[in-house]
């Protein structure tokens, strides 16, 4: 009998514990991300439980939220990033074509002694997202949609981070597509001056001027009879 009357209480105590539990799991995960625009910036942001986390690197935007040290900056290109003190072991290669480019990016997991990303494949669960302004073609994440791949990078032990990816050049594209866009709109302006010309020329001719005088000789002369 009170089995059954404190029954709902019980099943109500047991969900807010997984509930809470699961929050507490989830807020300690180490997350590491990147996102290429499609300006050639990057925007990069790490989220790391605690808050005893050394930073050598003054570029950071250090903030804090709750138990988590949350650090983010923004950088003009792959180039300035490669000259930054404390930054992924990230090796990018790119193939430029017209409209397009080919990128292949590649992380190692050997990191430098005393270095944030040390820090950060040290801790459980750290996880490393990478998005990229176009498609991915070939990566060994876990989870990968679209532009966006995701390591876990304990289950990769010491195996670097691959991705394969289709970069569209926005400004370019959208110079290409105007210029194409301006040349249609011109050449339908041509055919329809060319077509107005045509009605004038055929409307003022001298030859149906011409033909329009001898018809009226000819109806005046059959009105005088």
Same mark, same amino acid.
């Given at each position: 009998?009170?089995?059954?009357?404190?029954?709902?209480?019980?099943?109500l105590v047991l969900s807010l514990l997984l509930f809470s539990c699961s929050s507490l799991q989830a807020g300690d995960e180490a997350s590491w991300t990147i996102k290429w625009n499609n300006n050639g910036s990057l925007d990069e942001k790490v989220i790391?439980?605690?808050? /005893?986390?050394?930073?050598?690197?003054?570029?950071?935007?250090?903030?804090?939220?709750? /138990?988590?040290t949350i650090l983010s900056?923004?950088?003009?290109?792959?180039?300035?990033?490669g000259q930054l003190g404390d930054s992924l072991p990230l090796t990018v290669v790119q193939k430029d074509y017209v409209l397009l480019k080919f990128a292949s990016l590649t992380v190692k997991q050997e990191a430098t002694p005393g270095s944030l990303?040390?820090?950060?494949?040290?801790?459980?669960?750290?996880?490393?997202?990478?998005?990229?302004p176009g498609a991915i073609r070939n990566s060994n994440a876990q989870a990968s949609q679209d532009s966006l791949a995701t390591w876990n990078l304990a289950s990769l032990e010491s195996s670097p981070v691959k991705l394969d990816a289709v970069i569209f050049d926005g400004i370019f594209l959208g110079i290409t597509f105007f210029a194409f866009c301006f040349i249609i709109i011109f050449i339908i302006y041509l055919n329809r001056?060319?077509?107005v010309h045509r009605l004038i020329a055929e409307e003022y001719s001298l030859d149906r001027a011409a033909l329009e005088f001898t018809q009226g000789e000819i109806e005046n002369q059959g009105e005088e009879k």
């Open positions: 009998m009170y089995m059954k009357k404190y029954f709902p209480v019980v099943i790391i439980p605690g808050h /005893n986390v050394v930073v050598n690197d003054q570029e950071w935007e250090t903030s804090h939220s709750g /138990n988590q900056r923004h950088v003009k290109d792959w180039r300035a990033y990303f040390e820090q950060f494949i040290g801790l459980a669960n750290a996880r490393l997202s990478i998005e990229v001056i060319r077509r």
